[in-house]
T-cell receptor, first 115, second 111 residues
Framework: GAGVSQTPSNKVTEKGKYVELRCDPI?????LYWYRQSLGQGPEFLIY????????DSGLPNDRFFAVRPEGSVSTLKIQRTERGDSAVYLC?????????????FGPGTRLTVL | RKEVEQDPGPFNVPEGATVAFNCTYS??????FFWYRQDCRKEPKLLMS???SGNEDGRFTAQLNRASQYISLLIRDSKLSDSATYLC????????????FGKGTKLSVIP
């Protein structure tokens, strides 16, 4: 079946611009996660959705970052006034339900470059 | 100190060798642990879960020592296709949904 998909695969933007990154989870998965992976590092947790609501946004680095999941399926990560330090691969994952041993399946990521 | 620490490598080993990766975690409240594999410029994929009793999946053996807060992964009879970065992961967060990753250990299996 189809896995997690993310668009765009690559995004190059200029410092100060606004970007939106999209995630399509596996059909039927109620839990959705965003992670960010910088070069040479492991992925770092940003935000977790259970259904339409953000159950935990403690990993968002600052208020320039915001994510939504209005219908409980597709999610969009929004970054305002981008900075060069935001350059990273943004990974989305989904799981059948939240918590416990529910395996998180990752999408291929969006590689964001801020010039 | 990072929550999950592992030797970044690289580990360069010949085909057929046995290689072991180690990892330590600092959050004693972490309940579950995993090894993920990540190929270059690809997403992480679950390799195996790690249980206190130790678990084996073919050539791969994982072990958890809660007293020492230590996790290991052993790969026997290394194949060229095992070349990848291996990420040690702890499941934490209030509802145990947040994956905390180490930096990863890079393995290159050489012909």
């Amino acid at each position: 079946g189809a896995g997690v998909s993310q668009t765009p695969s690559n995004k190059v933007t200029e410092k100060g611009k606004y970007v939106e990154l999209r995630c399509d989870p596996i059909s039927g998965h109620t839990a959705l996660y965003w992670y960010r992976q910088s070069l040479g590092q492991g992925p770092e947790f940003l935000i977790y959705f259970q259904g339409t609501g953000a159950a935990d946004d403690s990993g968002l680095p600052n208020d320039r970052f915001f994510a939504v999941r209005p219908e409980g399926s597709v999610s969009t990560l929004k970054i305002q006034r981008t900075e060069r330090g935001d350059s990273a691969v943004y990974l989305c994952a989904s799981s059948r339900a939240g918590g416990g041993q529910n395996e998180q399946f990752f999408g291929p990521g969006t590689r964001l470059t801020v010039l | 100190r990072k929550e999950v620490e592992q030797d970044p490598g690289p580990f360069n080993v010949p085909e057929g060798a046995t290689v072991a990766f180690n990892c330590t975690y600092s959050n004693s409240a972490s309940q579950s642990f995993f090894w993920y594999r990540q190929d270059c410029r690809k997403e992480p994929k679950l390799l195996m879960s790690v249980y206190s009793s130790g678990n084996e999946d073919g050539r791969f053996t994982a072990q958890l020592n809660r007293a020492s807060q230590y996790i290991s992964l052993l790969i026997r009879d290394s194949k060229l296709s095992d070349s990848a970065t291996y990420l040690c992961v702890a499941l934490s967060g209030a509802g145990s949904y947040q994956l905390t990753f180490g930096k990863g250990t890079k393995l290159s299996v050489i012909p």
